[in-house]
């Protein structure tokens, strides 16, 4: 069992930059793969970014590669998500997931552990 908590959200100039962190609780943080979704108003909860348990594998939804990007570390049972060049698009809810199964459970959504989200708010 492991519970997520994100933070780091905020209100952001469009082309500002945000850093969003994921703490997890538990001992075998560095045995699960992460990854962060977000949902915006009227839309369904989508994709942006996964991280292997080792850190060494990472995959991005298209529309953020280049401008996000996805790290961990595993002493500090943190996540955390590099946001720059932040567009009005990128606003949402943000979420962490967390499943120690494959990479593509997180990556497609299927995680068993969610976090509560965090508001991500871009000023055009």
């Known amino acids: 069992q492991v519970q997520l908590v994100e933070s780091g959200g905020g209100l952001v100039q469009a082309g500002g930059s945000l850093r969003l962190s994921c703490a997890a609780s538990?001992?075998?943080?560095?045995?699960?793969?992460m990854g962060w979704f977000r949902q915006a108003p009227g839309k369904e909860r989508e994709f942006v970014a996964a991280?292997?348990?080792?850190?060494?594998?990472?995959y991005y939804t298209d529309s953020v590669k280049g401008r996000f990007t996805i790290s961990r570390d595993n002493a500090k049972n943190t996540v955390y998500l590099q946001m720059n060049s932040l567009k009005p698009e990128d606003a949402a809810v943000y979420y962490c997931?967390?499943?120690?199964?494959?990479?593509?459970?997180?990556?497609?959504?299927?995680?068993?552990?969610w976090g509560q989200g965090t508001q991500v708010t871009v000023a055009s």
């Open positions: 538990g001992r075998t943080f560095g045995s699960y793969h």
């Open positions: 991280i292997s348990w080792s850190g060494g594998l990472t």
């Open positions: 997931a967390a499943d120690p199964r494959y990479l593509r459970t997180v990556s497609t959504g299927s995680a068993n552990y």
